[in-house]
């Protein structure tokens, strides 16, 4: 009876792992605006409701919004005439920018569907509306790669792989470690894609590319040496990101 039960779950597991491999196979997207093959599976209505409905909160885990009207006013300048001058227009995305209250993360970031946060600690570093542009203009690069749904459809396909393999042989805690570092990896190369149409973006809205570069020199020299500052969690290192920002203005300037 207990071998009858036994294989019953290996077999269920078999089944249930057999079936998120077959879900990610038909998930396969082609994203037109960076002609990459992903595994996503959601509209992109409901990557702008996932995105609406976590803005408040991601707000709230930074003080708020700022309450000076013309710096947001000057955000929503730069993001707009970013968004207005390249092909994020064309995507069914509404873009909006908010200036968190933040005066000590320096950070970042773009929720699914075209909500964008940007600090007021790391606002108050930049030196210019260039370099404005290319923080903003990388976050755009996130909402229009559609990384933040590509990164839960790779997350849902490890959790059901990880119920698959718990249901036959109790292997659950392994397969979410390899979950964890795919998606770690993933969110690594996205950073990089972003830059190069932070940086593609830049040079349509008649930004000079060139800042970006010294963004990344600002927030190399925000790093404190006892301390990971919050964009280095999600961000690859700012050295790192610097040549291939050289190699995407040769580019696109060719």
Not at 146 to 166: D, L
Not at 212 to 229: C, F, G, H, Q
């Amino acid at each position: 009876m207990r071998r009858g039960g036994l294989k019953i779950r290996i077999l269920i597991g078999l089944a249930i792992v057999a079936f998120a491999f077959f879900k990610k196979c038909s998930n396969k997207t082609l994203n037109p605006y960076t002609n990459r093959v992903q595994n996503i599976n959601m509209t992109s209505d409901q990557e702008i409701a996932i995105g609406l409905q976590s803005a408040p909160e991601m707000a709230q885990q930074h003080g708020g919004l700022h309450p000076d009207s013309k710096l947001q006013s000057y955000i929503d300048m730069v993001g707009s005439k970013l968004v207005n001058s390249s092909m994020a227009k064309e995507t069914p995305y509404t873009y909006e920018f908010h200036l968190l209250a933040d005066q000590n993360t320096i950070n970042a970031f773009a929720l699914p569907g075209g909500q964008i946060f940007i600090t007021y600690a790391l606002l108050s570093k930049l030196d210019n509306e260039d370099q404005v542009a290319g923080v903003l203009g990388h976050e755009i690069g996130h909402v229009l790669g559609r990384h933040s749904a590509e990164r839960i459809a790779e997350h849902e396909f490890w959790k059901t792989i990880s119920t698959g393999a718990s249901i036959g042989a109790d292997a659950g805690n392994i397969v979410n470690g390899i979950g964890k570092n795919i998606l770690l990896g993933n969110g690594r190369d996205d950073e990089l894609e972003s830059d190069k149409l932070g940086v593609l973006f830049m040079i349509n809205s008649g930004y000079d590319p060139e800042e970006m570069i010294e963004v990344m020199k600002i927030l190399k020299a925000a790093s404190d040496p006892n301390r990971t500052p919050e964009f280095q969690n999600t961000h690859p290192d700012p050295e790192n990101r610097i040549e291939k920002i050289k190699e995407a203005i040769r580019e696109y300037n060719q």
